[in-house]
């Protein structure tokens, strides 16, 4: 895997975000504040520094494992994007990190402790698993979620695919794609695929070259470029 510097032209300036509290990974199906990290350590009480307040749910739905949160602040709102799949346990199967179910959806608050109880759909993709969403809020308001997915598929159906298929124990990657919102996350265009990198061999499951691809977040610079660190597979 090569990891490569991508960037995509934009007219704009560099808009920033701190967040005051802490949004961390799952446990279990519950989106929530990590109970089992260790509370920062603050270095004088006058000086700057951070500290935990408290810890809250921010979703749970015991039907559904839910992990790989995502926040911006947009708009008076905090948007918590994650990746959210059937709970395959319930019918005697067992969590997968590619699950061809899984799905990008979004959740609001004003506060930050009171959430929307029914997320929005931000992508579920019609040939596989949408995975590790990733938000990023423009300077011009608009809203990018990146993410990329595999399809689940047999060594029959893979063979039968345009080759090389990058292809591993019975998911064949789409690669990297893009969503985006100007109306502040209530409805979503795409996906919107990135070219691939040079020397990309590997095709997706759709027949083109296999897209570049990261689950790390976009940057918007101060020169109007946004900004994304991405892979290929060699």
């Given at each position: 895997?090569?990891?490569?510097?991508?960037?995509i032209?934009?007219?704009?300036?560099?808009?920033?975000?701190?967040?005051?509290?802490?949004?961390t990974?799952?446990?279990?199906?519950?989106v929530?504040?990590?109970?089992?990290?260790?509370?920062?350590t603050?270095?004088?009480?006058?000086?700057?520094?951070?500290?935990?307040?408290?810890?809250?749910?921010?979703?749970?739905?015991?039907?559904?494992?839910?992990?790989?949160?995502?926040?911006?602040?947009?708009?008076?709102?905090?948007?918590?994007?994650?990746?959210?799949?059937?709970?395959k346990?319930?019918?005697?199967?067992?969590?997968?990190?590619t699950?061809?179910?899984?799905?990008?959806?979004?959740?609001?608050?004003?506060?930050?402790?009171?959430?929307?109880?029914d997320?929005?759909?931000?992508v579920?993709?019609?040939?596989?698993?949408?995975?590790?969403?990733?938000?990023?809020?423009?300077?011009?308001?608009?809203l990018?979620?990146t993410?990329?997915g595999?399809s689940?598929?047999?060594?029959?159906?893979?063979s039968?695919?345009?080759?090389?298929l990058?292809?591993?124990?019975?998911?064949?990657?789409?690669?990297?794609?893009?969503?985006?919102?100007?109306?502040?996350?209530k409805?979503?265009?795409?996906?919107?695929?990135?070219?691939s990198?040079p020397?990309?061999?590997?095709?997706?499951?759709?027949?083109?070259?296999?897209?570049?691809?990261?689950?790390?977040?976009?940057?918007?610079?101060?020169?109007?470029?946004i900004?994304?660190?991405?892979?290929?597979?060699?």
């Amino acid at each position: 895997m090569k990891l490569i510097l991508s960037n995509i032209k934009k007219t704009g300036i560099y808009c920033g975000l701190l967040m005051l509290f802490t949004l961390t990974t799952h446990s279990g199906n519950v989106v929530k504040a990590n109970e089992s990290t260790p509370e920062p350590t603050m270095a004088e009480d006058n000086g700057p520094g951070m500290r935990k307040v408290k810890d809250f749910v921010i979703y749970k739905n015991e039907r559904f494992y839910c992990t790989f949160p995502s926040v911006v602040k947009s708009e008076g709102e905090y948007l918590v994007a994650f990746r959210r799949a059937p709970d395959k346990v319930l019918l005697g199967g067992w969590y997968d990190h590619t699950d061809p179910n899984s799905h990008c959806v979004m959740v609001r608050s004003k506060d930050g402790e009171n959430w929307t109880e029914d997320p929005e759909l931000i992508v579920a993709h019609p040939f596989g698993g949408s995975q590790d969403p990733c938000l990023l809020k423009l300077s011009d308001g608009t809203l990018l979620c990146t993410s990329y997915g595999w399809s689940d598929m047999t060594q029959e159906a893979a063979s039968q695919l345009k080759q090389p298929l990058y292809f591993n124990n019975g998911f064949a990657g789409i690669g990297g794609y893009i969503m985006r919102s100007i109306d502040n996350g209530k409805t979503w265009q795409g996906p919107i695929y990135p070219p691939s990198l040079p020397g990309t061999v590997y095709y997706n499951p759709l027949g083109k070259l296999y897209p570049a691809y990261n689950r790390g977040a976009l940057y918007e610079g101060e020169n109007g470029r946004i900004y994304w660190v991405v892979a290929r597979m060699d």
